[in-house]
C-alpha cells in the first residue's frame, strides 16, 4: 500500500494560502497572496518536477485546488509540472463537482471524501501527493485513526 505525502508551502506561523498569485487565494480577507514566489527558484522548481514525473504516484486535490490548477498548468509550457500534472492521474474530492471533470486523467471521489481515500488506497497500490487543498487535508488528519490500520500515514 502506498503513502500519502503532503507538500505544500507554510510558514512557520501556520499560513497555507494562496503562496503562488496575489489573488490566487483572498478567502479571509488574506492580501498575502504571492507571499512564496521570492522563496522560489530554478533548484526548487527542478526538484519538485522531478520528484512529481518519478514515481507511479497520483494527485489527491481538493475542489479548490483542482479548480484553480486546472485553470492555470495545462495552459503553461516551458517549466517542469505541466507535462507530469495533464498526465498523473488526479483524484479530486468534492460535493459541488459533477463528472465528468474538465482536466484529462481526473476522477470525481465520491462520497465522504475520507471513506473514498481508504477505498482508493485499498484498491492501488501507488503513492498519492497531496498539493495545496488545506481543507481537505484538514479533514484527513482529523479522522486520521480511520487511517491507522491502513498504512496511509
Not at 494527485?59 to 485546488?65: D, E, I
Not at 470525481?108 to 471524501?113: F, T, W
Amino acid at each position: 500500500m502506498g503513502r500519502i505525502t503532503v507538500v505544500n508551502n507554510v510558514t512557520l506561523d501556520g499560513v497555507m494560502q494562496a503562496p503562488a498569485r496575489p489573488d490566487e487565494d483572498a478567502r479571509g480577507g488574506f492580501t498575502h497572496g504571492g507571499w512564496a514566489v521570492p522563496y522560489q527558484d530554478s533548484v526548487i522548481a527542478k526538484k519538485m518536477g522531478e520528484m512529481m514525473a518519478s514515481g507511479n504516484g497520483s494527485l489527491l486535490l481538493g475542489r479548490r485546488t483542482y479548480e484553480d490548477f486546472f485553470s492555470v498548468w495545462p495552459k503553461r509550457a516551458n517549466n517542469p509540472y505541466t507535462e507530469v500534472l495533464n498526465k498523473v492521474p488526479k483524484y479530486v474530492a468534492s460535493t459541488t463537482l459533477k463528472e465528468p471533470l474538465p482536466w484529462q486523467n481526473s476522477v470525481l471521489l465520491e462520497g465522504d471524501a475520507v471513506d473514498a481515500v481508504t477505498a482508493l488506497k485499498r484498491q492501488n497500490d501507488v503513492s498519492i501527493g497531496i498539493l495545496g487543498s488545506g481543507e481537505l487535508i484538514r479533514s484527513l488528519i482529523q479522522r486520521r485513526r480511520h487511517f491507522q490500520n491502513t498504512s496511509v500515514f
